[in-house]
Protein backbone atom coordinates (compact mmCIF):
# COMPACT_ATOMS: atom_id res chain seq x y z
CA UNK A 1 0.00 0.00 0.00
CA UNK A 2 0.82 3.69 -0.74
CA UNK A 3 -0.04 6.87 0.94
CA UNK A 4 -0.39 9.98 -0.56
CA UNK A 5 -0.65 13.32 1.52
CA UNK A 6 -0.95 16.46 -0.28
CA UNK A 7 -1.18 20.00 0.52
CA UNK A 8 -0.93 23.45 -1.00
CA UNK A 9 -4.21 24.07 -2.51
CA UNK A 10 -6.06 27.77 -1.99
CA UNK A 11 -7.77 30.66 -3.29
CA UNK A 12 -5.78 32.66 -5.63
CA UNK A 13 -6.33 35.92 -8.04
CA UNK A 14 -5.49 35.08 -11.47
CA UNK A 15 -2.22 35.46 -13.22
CA UNK A 16 -0.86 33.66 -9.26
CA UNK A 17 0.96 30.88 -8.24
CA UNK A 18 0.53 28.44 -6.21
CA UNK A 19 2.56 25.35 -5.60
CA UNK A 20 0.94 21.98 -4.49
CA UNK A 21 2.90 18.91 -2.49
CA UNK A 22 2.52 14.97 -2.49
CA UNK A 23 4.29 13.11 -0.15
CA UNK A 24 4.09 9.37 -0.90
CA UNK A 25 4.53 6.65 2.03
CA UNK A 26 4.69 3.02 2.07
CA UNK A 27 5.23 0.26 -0.49
CA UNK A 28 7.22 3.09 -2.92
CA UNK A 29 9.34 1.17 -4.46
CA UNK A 30 7.16 -0.36 -7.21
CA UNK A 31 6.10 3.36 -8.31
CA UNK A 32 6.45 3.82 -11.46
CA UNK A 33 5.11 7.15 -12.09
CA UNK A 34 3.67 10.04 -10.00
CA UNK A 35 1.34 12.47 -11.01
CA UNK A 36 -1.26 15.75 -10.96
CA UNK A 37 -4.66 15.18 -12.07
CA UNK A 38 -7.52 17.84 -11.34
CA UNK A 39 -11.23 17.32 -12.06
CA UNK A 40 -12.54 20.43 -12.69
CA UNK A 41 -16.65 21.32 -11.39
CA UNK A 42 -19.12 19.45 -13.41
CA UNK A 43 -16.01 17.48 -15.32
CA UNK A 44 -14.41 14.55 -15.58
CA UNK A 45 -11.23 14.30 -13.98
CA UNK A 46 -7.91 14.58 -16.29
CA UNK A 47 -4.28 14.43 -16.36
CA UNK A 48 -2.26 17.83 -15.55
CA UNK A 49 1.11 16.47 -15.50
CA UNK A 50 3.48 13.48 -14.66
CA UNK A 51 6.98 12.45 -13.57
CA UNK A 52 7.98 8.70 -14.23
CA UNK A 53 11.02 6.99 -12.29
CA UNK A 54 13.11 7.95 -14.94
CA UNK A 55 12.75 11.50 -14.58
CA UNK A 56 10.48 11.79 -17.86
CA UNK A 57 7.55 14.48 -17.55
CA UNK A 58 4.44 15.01 -19.83
CA UNK A 59 2.17 17.59 -19.23
CA UNK A 60 -1.16 18.83 -20.58
CA UNK A 61 -1.45 20.97 -23.70
CA UNK A 62 -2.81 23.96 -21.77
CA UNK A 63 -0.86 24.05 -19.13
CA UNK A 64 2.84 23.65 -20.82
CA UNK A 65 4.82 26.81 -19.94
CA UNK A 66 2.81 27.81 -16.50
CA UNK A 67 2.83 24.26 -14.83
CA UNK A 68 6.29 22.38 -13.86
CA UNK A 69 6.13 19.42 -11.72
CA UNK A 70 9.55 18.40 -10.10
CA UNK A 71 10.33 15.76 -7.70
CA UNK A 72 12.47 15.17 -4.46
CA UNK A 73 13.38 11.60 -4.19
CA UNK A 74 14.93 11.85 -0.66
CA UNK A 75 11.75 13.16 0.63
CA UNK A 76 9.32 11.07 -2.16
CA UNK A 77 7.98 13.84 -2.79
CA UNK A 78 6.56 14.93 -5.80
CA UNK A 79 5.38 19.15 -6.62
CA UNK A 80 3.05 20.90 -8.93
CA UNK A 81 4.39 24.31 -9.29
CA UNK A 82 1.59 26.30 -10.87
CA UNK A 83 2.11 29.86 -12.19
CA UNK A 84 0.37 32.52 -14.42
CA UNK A 85 -3.05 30.67 -12.81
CA UNK A 86 -6.53 30.80 -14.93
CA UNK A 87 -10.18 30.70 -13.47
CA UNK A 88 -10.23 27.73 -15.52
CA UNK A 89 -7.51 25.83 -13.35
CA UNK A 90 -9.89 25.42 -10.65
CA UNK A 91 -10.34 22.26 -9.68
CA UNK A 92 -9.77 19.72 -7.35
CA UNK A 93 -6.00 18.69 -7.29
CA UNK A 94 -5.26 14.76 -6.86
CA UNK A 95 -2.19 13.43 -6.60
CA UNK A 96 -1.64 9.40 -8.38
CA UNK A 97 1.05 7.45 -7.94
CA UNK A 98 0.93 4.11 -10.51
CA UNK A 99 2.23 0.92 -10.34
CA UNK A 100 4.52 -1.34 -12.69
CA UNK A 101 1.92 -3.94 -11.42
CA UNK A 102 -1.30 -2.34 -12.16
CA UNK A 103 -4.28 -3.33 -12.01
CA UNK A 104 -2.99 -5.83 -8.91
CA UNK A 105 -1.09 -3.03 -7.21
CA UNK A 106 -2.52 0.44 -7.47
CA UNK A 107 -2.91 2.98 -8.50
CA UNK A 108 -3.06 5.07 -5.84
CA UNK A 109 -4.77 8.41 -5.62
CA UNK A 110 -4.41 11.56 -2.42
CA UNK A 111 -7.75 12.78 -0.65
CA UNK A 112 -7.15 16.11 -3.44
CA UNK A 113 -6.82 19.18 -2.90
CA UNK A 114 -8.79 22.65 -3.72
CA UNK A 115 -7.66 24.98 -6.27
CA UNK A 116 -9.99 28.40 -6.95
CA UNK A 117 -8.33 31.00 -8.95
CA UNK A 118 -10.45 33.84 -8.91
CA UNK A 119 -10.89 36.22 -11.62
Known amino acids: QVQLVESGGGLVQEGGSLRLSCTASGSIVGLRAMGWYRQPPGKQREEVAT???????NYADDVKGRFTISRDIAKNTVYLQMDSLKPEDTAAYYC?????????????WGQGTQVTVSS
Open 51 to 57: VSVSGTT
Open 96 to 108: KASSFHEPVVGPY
